[in-house]
């Protein structure tokens, strides 16, 4: 399940993180990511949740970086494409046909 959630639950990806679509635009993402800036900046919390503000702050920060930079989200979105090709298939562990039938009789002998 994909919740854009910054506090007590794991954000899947940097587009969650800052709530912006995919192919948001660099204003966009920017616009995103000051307005959850200046709620979640640790100069702004109290001292008990300051290290929570924090934690969440450098996680915004870090989507930012890697969504705000042209080659580092390419990269990026390269690897969210592989991981969801992962997800989907995950007994095509690749593509060489040469490795699919020698897994195949392996378990299928055991079976």
Not at 58 to 78: F, N, P
């Amino acid at each position: 399940m994909r919740t854009r959630v910054l506090y007590q639950y794991p954000v899947v990806n940097h587009y969650e993180i800052l709530g912006v679509a995919h192919n948001a635009s660099f204003t966009e993402i920017r616009t995103a990511y000051l307005g959850l800036v200046k709620t979640y900046h640790p100069d702004n919390a109290t001292p008990p949740k300051r290290d929570a503000s924090q934690m969440i702050f450098k996680t915004i920060t870090e989507a930012y970086t890697v969504l705000s930079k042209a080659e580092a989200r390419r990269l990026y979105d390269k690897k969210l494409r592989l991981e969801d090709q992962s997800k989907n298939n995950p007994s095509d562990i690749t593509n060489d046909n040469t490795v699919k039938p020698l897994w195949r009789k392996i378990f299928e002998s055991k079976a």
